[in-house]
């Protein structure tokens, strides 16, 4: 199941009910988590959950960004692995 997400600045979450399974729990508190992200926000960033393992796709503008969106889905509970398949703009 993947999520992708652009989000303008104060749109209300579209997640009112919650979702059926663990793994789409996550996904949506992760999308929410990077919404709020004053650095991720305005990214193009899909998140797919498979047993726990956060998958990480799409173009973002800088390996900083990448690290970043690592860094934050890592730091989220339940997560037993992130694939980082963001990919950065060559330079």
Do not use: K
């Not at 650095?39 to 959950?49: A, D, F, T, W, Y």
């Not at 800088?62 to 980082?84: E, I, M, P, Y």
């Amino acid at each position: 199941m993947t999520y992708p997400w652009f989000f303008p600045d104060d749109l209300p979450s579209l997640f009112q009910n919650t979702p059926a399974s663990e793994d789409a729990r996550l996904a949506c508190r992760l999308l929410e988590q990077m919404q709020r992200d004053p650095v991720l926000r305005h990214e193009r960033i899909c998140i797919e959950v498979q047993n726990r393992v956060v998958i990480l796709e799409g173009a973002v503008s800088s390996a900083d960004v990448s690290a970043h969106a690592h860094t934050l889905a890592w730091g989220a509970a339940d997560v037993h692995d992130v694939s980082n398949r963001l990919c950065p703009p060559d330079g």
